[in-house]
């Protein structure tokens, strides 16, 4: 239905509003995908056996709804690389060519004359080892990419590309001969010549060791910023000795709520972790606040857990009512989330306002590296429009008018006015000045 909308008529029915609802619904609920899960997909040419699916193989077989994919050589070495574009993050992959034993190669770069400097449209045909290899210099290539304009011709055992026969734009026709193999020549129109190019390989990227592919089942978020800070303040945070403690009260300092179960042992040794870099932590004024989600618990064997780690003092006992507001507030952050994970921690800056988000062991460099940047950073500067490469970074203004309501209907009514109060100060940040 939603994809035979002709006009405003077909949008007001309510299949169509049902459509739509239905597809929102499996989106983020589902864990369903807009696209189908578009994964990317490479096939080995086998020649006259047809193509193999190594997908797999490759590592290239992501779960993002894959949108485009250029092919270059980033790192220079001979071997073709890969740029994908996803729709969903990461929307940016780079995948460099590790392939052991990739053989001999040639690269051009045309220089044409005229007003078609760039050679677009022209075709090189290589002869070496008695086979024939056809390129042509495009501008875009696949779903609004473009590969590198400079042309590679895989030569195998080939000590040399004996010709390589360019028809450029304009019709003219020009031959290089005998290119030594494994190196990358410019070719101008005209000229007759193959004028080799030095490499230039990326030295910061050659410096690091790439990394491992990792297959998509096994990979988990553990961390999630928050550009728009969600104010959090007049949320109920009952400690052992004060049940009617709120974030307000802890004010003045950031704020990590840690939550945790007696029987999770990822939450035993995330807390163990925690009591090992406190020392560290405390140079922020970090708080940290454990509370116990686990039901039919008992309270003083938690406790007793807390005080082995140090970790007693500002701990207490979650309640069902916290656990269903910190539930939509990762719910409204990951989209797709039904509960409340362990281990799950939130970092609160010092006037309350949730700045990330943990997901499974909180990693150590990861939380000092945010504390570090809370700290420098002025509170809600990352709702303002930052440059960014020469564009202007707007943030994803986060549905405060649904997180309102969701809290209203479970009687937080404070923290239902505080979200409707940041919808003008949302927007008043992004508004420019007249």
């Not at 006009?7 to 509003?17: C, H, I, N, R, V």
């Not at 202007?392 to 008018?401: A, G």
């Not at 239902?416 to 003008?424: D, N, Q």
Request: glycine fraction near 10%.
């Amino acid at each position: 239905m939603t994809s035979q909308s002709g006009g405003p008529e077909d949008s007001s029915s309510d299949a169509y509003k049902q459509a739509w609802a239905s597809m929102v619904l499996l989106v983020e609920k589902g864990q369903m995908s807009w696209s189908g899960r578009e994964s990317n997909r490479v096939f080995l040419n086998l020649g006259a056996a047809g193509f193999a699916d190594v997908s797999g193989l490759t590592g290239a077989a992501f779960l993002e709804d894959g949108r485009a994919c250029a092919r270059l050589d980033w790192d220079e070495d001979g071997r073709q690389d890969l740029i994908l574009r996803s729709r969903n993050a990461p929307r940016l992959r780079l995948l460099l060519n590790r392939w052991p034993q990739p053989g001999n190669w040639l690269q051009l770069d045309l220089a044409g004359a005229g007003a078609n400097r760039e050679a677009i449209g022209a075709t090189v045909i290589v002869e070496a080892g008695g086979a024939r290899m056809r390129g042509t210099v495009r501008a875009g290539e696949g779903f609004l990419a473009s590969s590198s304009k400079r042309l590679h011709f895989g030569l195998g055992a080939a000590a040399q590309a004996d010709r390589a026969l360019v028809r450029w734009p304009d019709g003219a026709e020009e031959s290089f001969r005998n290119l030594p193999a494994n190196g990358r020549y410019r070719l101008a129109q005209g000229s007759g010549t193959a004028t080799p190019v030095a490499k230039e390989p990326v030295a910061q990227l050659l410096a690091g060791d790439p990394a491992p592919a990792v297959a998509e089942e096994n990979r988990t978020i553990t961390r999630v910023p928050l550009l728009s800070r969600l104010p959090l303040a007049a949320l109920p945070l009952p400690g052992w000795e004060t049940p009617g403690r709120k974030v307000a009260d802890l004010a003045g300092a950031p704020v990590l709520i840690n939550l945790f179960s007696t029987t999770c042992a990822a939450c035993v040794k995330e807390l163990a972790m925690l009591q090992e870099k406190r020392p560290a932590l405390a140079r922020s004024g970090l708080q940290i606040v454990p509370m116990l989600v686990e039901k039919g618990a008992d309270p003083a064997a938690a406790r007793r857990m807390l005080a082995e780690h140090g970790l007693d003092g500002l701990g207490g006992a979650a309640t069902e009512l916290l656990q269903d507001a910190l539930a939509f507030v990762l719910a409204d952050a990951l989209v797709d989330s039904e509960e409340v994970p362990l281990p799950c921690s939130f970092l609160l800056d010092r006037k309350g306002q949730l700045c990330a988000l943990y997901v499974g062991e909180i990693r150590f460099r990861d939380l000092a590296a945010d504390l570090d940047m809370m700290n420098r950073l002025p509170d809600g500067e990352l709702l303002n429009p930052r440059p960014l490469g020469g564009r202007l970074l707007i943030p994803r203004v986060r549905n405060f008018d649904k997180l309102s309501k969701q809290f209203r209907r479970l009687g937080l009514e404070d923290l239902a006015a505080a979200c409707e109060a940041k919808v003008a100060e949302v927007n008043a940040k992004l508004t420019p000045e007249r």
